[in-house]
């Protein structure tokens, strides 16, 4: 079963008034993973802001689909309800609020004391949310939050940046976890979209489809290995199926 989840046509977003996302074309099937390369500032966390229809981004021109629902009349709640979650590259610290309680307040009725553990994140349950967190505890903070939420597809931005290799591990881990990737592609049960800048966490995550993302468009896809061969040789600009790409567009 081929089941779309996630269906990006022809997207334009703006920041204030500035366009960001130029003409994003994307589709994102039942258990697959995607990974997004991209040079900073080309617009790829705005992608997901976006997608989420998050405060302050606006959808100017195309649509988005999630599982053939158009989301274009939708608030960002409802988007999320069917089926979207989003670990952010900048969590936001919520002071008043305890990771515990903001676990139970979004938590899908699943038991979490084994993502809990996994994270090692027992000891952060009474602190503030984000809340003093180094860069590692926030990134499994980030990943935990998606356990409680359970989402169909899971919007994932730089899981390692700003993470030593001992929490990029842990949160790799979790993340095939969730993402079933010891299963075959037809029975896993959720997809993900995820963004990397330096392309470390495909050690550890097996993506299956990669794409280069730059001034705010998919400039090419493919396999995720060879792109970041590509990407480590010649750097973004540089990337040859880009160019082949562009050569095919011009
Ligand atoms: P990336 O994630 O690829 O590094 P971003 O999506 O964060 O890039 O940013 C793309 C561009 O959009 C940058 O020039 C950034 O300054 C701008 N931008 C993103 N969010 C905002 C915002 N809230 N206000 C103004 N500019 C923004
Ligand atoms: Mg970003």
Not at 115 to 125: C, D, G, K, R, T
């Amino acid at each position: 079963m081929n089941t779309t989840i996630l269906d990006i046509t022809n997207l334009h977003v703006s920041v204030g008034d500035k366009e960001i996302i130029s003409g994003v074309d994307l589709t994102i099937k039942k258990g697959e993973v995607h990974v997004l390369f991209g040079p900073n500032g080309s617009g790829k966390s705005t992608l997901l802001c976006a997608i989420l229809k998050l405060p302050g981004y606006i959808i100017t021109e195309g649509s988005v689909r999630v599982h053939g629902t158009d989301t274009a009349e939708l608030t960002t709640d409802a988007i999320a309800n069917l089926g979207i979650g989003m670990s952010f590259q900048h969590p936001p610290q919520i002071k008043g609020v305890t990771l515990g309680r903001f676990l139970e307040t979004i938590n899908h009725g699943g038991d979490l004391s084994i993502p809990i553990s996994e994270l090692a994140m027992e000891a952060f349950l009474e602190r503030e949310l984000n809340v003093g967190f180094s860069g590692g505890e926030l990134k499994r903070a980030e990943i935990l939050k998606l356990y409680a939420q359970s989402p169909d597809l899971l919007l994932i931005d730089e899981p390692e940046s700003g993470v030593d290799i001992e929490n990029i591990a842990v949160i790799s881990r979790a993340i095939n976890a969730m993402l079933q990737k010891g299963s075959p592609m037809a029975s896993r049960e959720r997809s993900a979209l995820i963004i990397t800048h330096t392309g470390t966490i495909l050690n550890t995550i097996h993506a299956d489809i990669g794409h280069v993302f730059m001034d705010g468009k998919i400039v090419c896809s493919g396999n995720p290995l060879d792109i970041m061969e590509d990407i480590k040789r010649d750097g973004f600009s540089g990337c040859v199926k880009c160019i082949e790409n562009r050569k095919e567009i011009s």
